[in-house]
């Protein structure tokens, strides 16, 4: 027990250790929050004009477009127009229709608005013949919240791998592995230690991500706790096996980037790529897949899936413990 909470100790003292476990909750506050917040106001055109220079029909035509604001003279149009900050198209008069005037850095979509637009208010009396039927604006980030939310949920459920890493390669370098040898303590309680540690922050940092994405049944929850926990508990013995195998700092953080890598970039082509078959079963050889794919399946309502991926990382964690142990137990004289 002492063990366990020096390590958790020498945890809470490691700042990339703790960043990896806000990072996943922080990304998901901000999605969360993101979700909420229009995006689409955008891509609205936004026009600028001097006073008394258009008559109160044009300007009228100019507002079913975007909002229109005045200005007095043309130096403070010219300087409104110039703002990097923003995509106002200047708009003047010019005989009987209009000249647009803009900066060069906005968007192609605003410099297409402003080459068009005099083209169709010379044409606005024949469109206003034209039947006119407005769509509803898609969210932005609708079509992409059904992938990125489970990808910020496995980042969570696999920074038991970080925690266990970090941790084991800190102690090589400050010559604790050593000390740990000599310990009077057996191959199982030292694969205790170092696995409860990353398995408690990465189930911690993983429900508390969970709880701000999702909202589960009482069923669901019990499910998504199982995917947590089982993904936490094979993420830290993956940790472990980065640990033993890394020389130093340098070459683990190789290591834990290559891994990362490997569990968000899996799972994501597999869902954009539909993947099936025997291939799909492959893919099921990271731990990540069937994580993801639980997770799908849990915002789906997909019970039946969610307890096959449950099944799968039961698998996982078996297999990962018992070759983690015969390792350790075969290096010891």
Known sequence: MKGL????????????CLMTFLLPILIAAALNFMGSIDLSSLGELHFG????????????WLERYGPVSVYKTPEELTAAI???????????????SIKTAISGDELDIFQQAA????????QRAEAE??????????DILESFQDIFIPAV???AMFMGCTFNAMNIISEKEDGVAFVNEILPITPSQYILQKVVVGFLFGSLSSIVTACICFRLSWQNFGMMLALIILSSFVAALIGLFIGKLSEDLMIGVVYIKIVMLVFIAVPILCALIGVSGPLAVICNIVPSQPAFEGIMALSAGNMGTALKDVCILAVHGIVWFALYVLISTQRKP
């Open 49 to 60: 004009v001097l006073e008394n220079d258009l008559s109160s029909q044009t300007i009228a």
């Open 153 to 155: 949920l496995i980042v």
């Open 115 to 122: 080459a068009t637009l005099p083209a169709l208010c010379e």
């Open 129 to 138: 013949q034209v039947k006119v039927l407005t769509l509803e604006r898609p």
């Open 82 to 96: 110039q703002e990097p900050s923003t995509n106002v198209i200047g708009v003047k008069a010019d005989e009987d």
């Open 5 to 16: 909470k020096y390590q958790i100790k020498s945890v809470l003292r490691d700042k990339f």
